[in-house]
């Protein structure tokens, strides 16, 4: 069965960093992968993704703060954020879609707070 797992969130200070983590089973690692998130009350919105050769884009927010990474080897994609903002706070999830089919993890909780 097709799984994707985030990890990594938690509570950190304005211009803190974190890296969260997406682990994808080995039948869907092999597409683009992306990093959505939901800010309390208002709707999901892409942040960033990845295709299979390495090819990256993003969200105009995060440009510059963010960095989308996956490790072939581990079945992970990494999104590392630096110079993290109180608006930056809201639930992560990984996204893959495979012939019109959408894959979704269960998401992780990131908090940007004094």
């Known amino acids: 069965q097709e799984q994707l797992v985030e990890s990594g969130g938690g509570l950190v200070q304005p211009g803190g960093s974190l890296r969260l983590s997406c682990t994808c089973s080995g039948s869907i690692f092999s597409n683009t992968i992306g990093w959505y998130r939901q800010p309390p009350g208002k709707e999901r919105e892409g942040v960033a993704s990845?295709?299979?050769?390495?090819?990256?884009a993003y969200a105009d927010s995060v440009k510059g703060r963010f960095t989308i990474s996956r490790d072939n080897a581990k079945n992970t994609v990494y999104l590392q954020m630096n110079s993290l903002k109180p608006e930056d706070t809201g639930v992560y999830y990984c996204?893959?879609?495979?012939?019109?089919?959408?894959?979704w993890g269960k998401g992780t909780l990131v908090t940007v707070s004094s």
């Open positions: 996204h893959v879609g495979i012939g019109g089919r959408d894959y």
């Open positions: 990845i295709t299979r050769t390495g090819m990256t």
